[in-house]
Nanobody, 119 residues
């Protein structure tokens, strides 16, 4: 069973940066497709960044392109979301997720970490 634990959330001023971490256990992340989702109050959960098993392919929501970077560290079995030039509208609970196959639904989820951007 894959377990995911996020960390790194917090309060930051607009224009600042944060790095979220997602520590995986139960399977090597090189066998998992991984993504970062977020959900703001009153809004639907959205996928903001995704990375392939090998880490060579990434994809981003238009709202975060050029500001967020998703990556994997196989040695630490951890995925990251580097967030820069943060905006008030980036405020949300951020969730790490993983799946076994490219066309599968994400079926492994972390508990979430709050990111609050003050304007």
């Amino acid at each position: 069973q894959v377990q995911l634990v996020e960390s790194g959330g917090g309060l930051v001023q607009a224009g600042g940066s944060l790095r979220l971490s997602c520590a995986a256990s139960g399977r090597a992340i090189s066998f998992l497709y991984m993504g970062w989702f977020r959900q703001a109050p009153g809004k639907e959960r959205e996928l903001v960044a995704a990375i392939s098993r090998g880490g060579l392919t990434t994809d981003y929501a238009d709202s975060v392109k050029g500001r967020f970077t998703i990556s994997k560290d196989r040695a630490k079995n951890t995925a990251y979301l580097q967030m820069s030039s943060l905006k008030f509208e980036d405020t949300a609970v951020y969730y790490c997720a993983a799946k076994d196959g490219n066309y599968d639904d994400y079926n492994y989820w972390g508990q979430g970490t709050q990111v609050t951007v003050s304007s």
